[in-house]
C-alpha cells in the first residue's frame, strides 16, 4: 500500500475554503485516491475518491496533477461541523481496496 | 437509510475475560472489515472477509482474536482472554460488490469502546 503524507493539523474559520494536500509519491498506476472524514465518536466516512485531474461531488473537490504524486482536498465554505479528522489513502480498488489509515489531519473550524 | 450496526456500543471488562463484538453489515454487501483505533496506532486492520470467507487476518493477534462471519447478516470479533492493551475502538466496516470496479467505498459502523480493566 502506498504510503501517504499530510499534515498532522490545520485550522480555519468559518466560511473559509479549506485545501489539504496529501503527498503518494509511490503511487502505483492501478491505486485511486481516496479521501475519509471521521468525527468525533464516529466511524470514518468516505467523502470523495479520484484518479486523476478532479473530481467534484456535494462536499468536495479532489485536485490531482498530472503525475499523481500528491492530491489536494479542497471544502468550501467550512462550518462548524466541517471540524474533523481527514484522512487521505491510496490503494487498488481491485484489491478490495484495503486502506491503510494513517494519522490524517485533524480540521479545526473556528466561529 | 441502511446503516452498518456494531454491538455492543460500550464495554467494560476485566482482564483475563472474553469479549465477543457483533457487527451487523448492510444487506447485500459482500466484504466485511474489522478495525481497531487506538490514539498510539490510530486505525489499523486487523481483517476482513470477502463472501464470509476470511482473506486477511495478518494485522490480528492470532493468539487470542478471532473473527467469524456465521452467516452474511453477522460477523464477530472475539478476543480471549483480554487485555489492557486491547482496549480500544473496534469499528466494523463493509463494502458492496463492485458494479463499478474502479470504486470501491467502505461504509463504517459506530464503533465499539472496548475498556479492559
Known amino acids: 500500500l502506498a504510503k501517504t503524507t499530510q499534515p498532522i493539523s490545520m485550522d480555519s474559520y468559518e466560511g473559509q475554503e479549506v485545501n489539504i494536500t496529501c503527498s503518494h509519491n509511490?503511487?502505483?498506476?492501478?491505486?485511486?485516491i481516496t479521501w475519509y472524514q471521521q468525527f468525533p465518536s464516529q466511524g470514518p466516512r468516505f467523502i470523495i475518491q479520484g484518479y486523476k485531474t478532479k473530481v467534484t461531488n456535494e462536499v468536495a473537490s479532489l485536485f490531482i496533477p498530472a503525475d499523481r504524486k500528491s492530491s489536494t482536498l479542497s471544502l468550501p465554505r467550512v462550518s462548524l461541523s466541517d471540524t474533523a479528522v481527514y484522512y487521505c489513502l491510496v490503494g487498488d480498488p481491485s484489491n478490495d481496496y484495503k486502506l491503510s489509515f494513517g494519522a490524517g489531519t485533524t480540521v479545526t473550524v473556528r466561529a | 437509510d441502511a446503516r452498518v450496526t456494531q454491538t455492543p456500543r460500550h464495554k467494560v471488562t476485566e482482564m483475563g475475560q472474553e469479549v465477543t463484538m457483533r457487527c451487523q453489515p448492510i444487506?447485500?454487501?459482500?466484504?466485511v472489515f474489522w478495525y481497531r483505533q487506538t490514539m498510539m496506532q490510530g486505525l489499523e486492520l486487523l481483517a476482513y472477509?470477502?463472501?464470509?470467507?476470511?482473506?486477511?487476518d495478518s494485522g490480528m493477534p492470532k493468539d487470542r482474536f478471532s473473527a467469524e462471519m456465521p452467516d452474511a447478516t453477522l460477523a464477530t470479533l472475539k478476543i480471549q482472554p483480554s487485555e489492557p492493551r486491547d482496549s480500544a475502538v473496534y469499528f466494523c466496516?463493509?463494502?458492496?460488490?463492485?458494479?463499478?470496479?474502479?470504486?470501491?467505498?467502505?461504509?463504517f459502523g459506530p464503533g465499539t469502546r472496548l475498556t479492559v480493566l
Open positions: 472477509f470477502r463472501n464470509r470467507a476470511p482473506l486477511d
Open positions: 509511490n503511487i502505483a498506476t492501478n491505486d485511486y
Open positions: 444487506l447485500g454487501h459482500n466484504t
Open positions: 466496516a463493509s463494502g458492496p460488490d463492485r458494479v463499478i470496479p474502479s470504486y470501491n467505498e467502505q461504509f
